[in-house]
């Protein structure tokens, strides 16, 4: 159930969405939740800060597209919450896509090279029902607000995540990456 999108560019204001306003306290933010995509996907609200994750309710096609990003507005900073989608450009995606962890193996692609109205979540292998979403932060993170240590547990886990910036260019040669970043990786490269 993803709104039609408007074709003016989306503006930079406080986010609308309300889930994430308890940043890392699930029990006040399931409380108020209600899913932005029913029958698609749902957050499901774990104890401890930072531990909730996204988890379909359906099964998805490898390269379907499992949300537009239409809910999105410019941010003036750069936070855990924000999307890149240009060398200076962040978004928060004011949707339940915000709960899409991290994995070095992952099964989701956020495409957001085009313009605002193209912008999405597209599967990048099949995913199962009940599967908890994740996509390689830095395909479209330079640098990041707060690094972590990855725990994706997958057999080639880069271990910390702090961005594209820090990961060798023959390493990300292997993820998709959006253009903003394969741009910043080769000029970071030429020097
Ligand atoms: C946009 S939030 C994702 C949703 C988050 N799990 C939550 O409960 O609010 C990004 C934050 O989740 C945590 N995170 C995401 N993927 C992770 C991973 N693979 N390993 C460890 N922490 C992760 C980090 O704290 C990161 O800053």
């Given at each position: 159930m993803t709104a039609t999108l408007s074709s003016a560019a989306p503006s930079a204001k406080a986010s609308t969405y309300s889930a994430h306003l308890t940043n890392g306290d699930p029990s006040k933010a399931s409380a108020a939740y209600k899913p932005t995509h029913p029958g698609r996907f749902q957050v499901k609200f774990q104890p401890g800060s930072y531990n909730s994750c996204l988890v379909t309710q359906r099964r998805f096609a490898k390269?379907?597209?499992?949300?537009?990003?239409?809910s999105a507005e410019y941010s003036n900073e750069k936070r855990y919450s924000t999307v890149q989608v240009g060398k200076d450009r962040h978004i928060e995606?004011?949707?339940?896509?915000?709960?899409i962890n991290h994995s070095c193996e992952p099964s989701v692609r956020f495409e957001v090279?085009?313009?605002?109205?193209?912008?999405k979540a597209v599967a990048e292998r099949d995913i199962e029902a009940g599967e908890a979403l994740s996509f390689f932060y830095p395909s479209t993170e330079w640098s990041m607000s707060q690094p972590f240590p990855c725990n994706?547990?997958?057999?080639?886990?880069?271990?910390?995540?702090?961005?594209?910036?820090?990961?060798?260019a023959q390493t990300l040669r292997k993820y998709f990456v959006n253009k903003h970043i394969q741009e910043l990786k080769d000029e970071q490269s030429a020097v």
């Open positions: 390269d379907e597209t499992l949300a537009m990003m239409d995606l004011n949707s339940d896509l915000l709960y090279d085009g313009p605002h109205d193209t912008w994706c547990g997958s057999k080639s886990c880069l271990d910390r995540i702090s961005g594209a910036k820090d990961i060798p």
